[in-house]
T-cell receptor, first 111, second 115 residues
């Protein structure tokens, strides 16, 4: 059974700092998604990573995928308060559209 | 373009009662998914429709849950009778066409509280 683990589950950081969220998964998959969720809101799609070595960047966030290591990272550069949210990675189980989610990482950026 | 909508946004019911959640996907999206997040745990897949057909219902917890998608448009998820452990947030998502590599767009969720 495919399992997805995120690390850390909670992250408190100062504005301006850099940090990385890790997403490990247990079986082969080449489709990985990152979502952001603000409290009480929907999941907003951030990145879709579809191949080994894929790297995508949007603003202060950069996501990468290493399918051989079964690892994706979400790197935050020079964090700002607006990035405070919960971030989820999800892996497509067997490329069927069935997403298996990590536990979520709650990011708190302090001024 | 309207996004995925869900109704109601919040429902509070007593144990043993019935609740029906509704999801309207983005127009033209053949694929519709239901997920839920029980408090403190990860978001879990419930089922997947392709148009009106159930493609995968492996995540449905038990036979108290019934999902339908009549005519391949909106979907309903009925819980009957509700139990305390059914409390959580139920998300609906949709994606375009039959190529399931398309990203899924999520609705705002329905928060279900069973007392």
């Amino acid at each position: 059974e495919l399992k997805v683990e995120q690390n850390p589950l909670f992250l408190s950081m100062q504005e301006g700092k850099n940090y990385t969220i890790y997403c490990n998964y247990s079986t082969t998959s080449d489709r990985l998604y990152w979502y952001r969720q603000d409290p009480g809101k929907s999941l907003e799609s951030l990145f879709v990573l579809l191949s080994n070595g894929a790297v995508k960047q949007e603003g202060r966030l950069m996501a990468s995928l290493d399918t051989k290591a079964r690892l994706s990272t979400l790197h935050i550069t020079a964090a700002v308060h607006d990035l405070s949210a919960t971030y989820f990675c999800a892996v497509d189980s067997g490329n069927t559209g069935k997403l298996i989610f990590g536990q979520g990482t709650t990011l708190q950026v302090k001024p | 373009e309207a996004g995925v909508t869900q109704f109601p946004s919040h429902s509070v019911i007593e144990k043993g009662q019935t609740v029906t959640l509704r999801c309207d996907p983005i127009s033209g999206h053949d694929n519709l998914y239901w997920y839920r997040r029980v408090m403190g745990k990860e978001i879990k897949f419930l089922l997947h429709f392709v148009k009106e057909s159930k493609q995968d219902e492996s995540g449905m917890p038990n036979n108290r849950f019934l999902a339908e998608r009549t005519g391949g448009t909106y979907s309903t998820l009925k819980v009957q009778p509700a139990e305390l452990e059914d409390s959580g947030v139920y998300f609906c998502a949709s994606s375009f066409g039959r190529n399931i590599a398309y990203e899924q767009y999520f609705g705002p969720g329905t928060r279900l509280t069973v007392t």
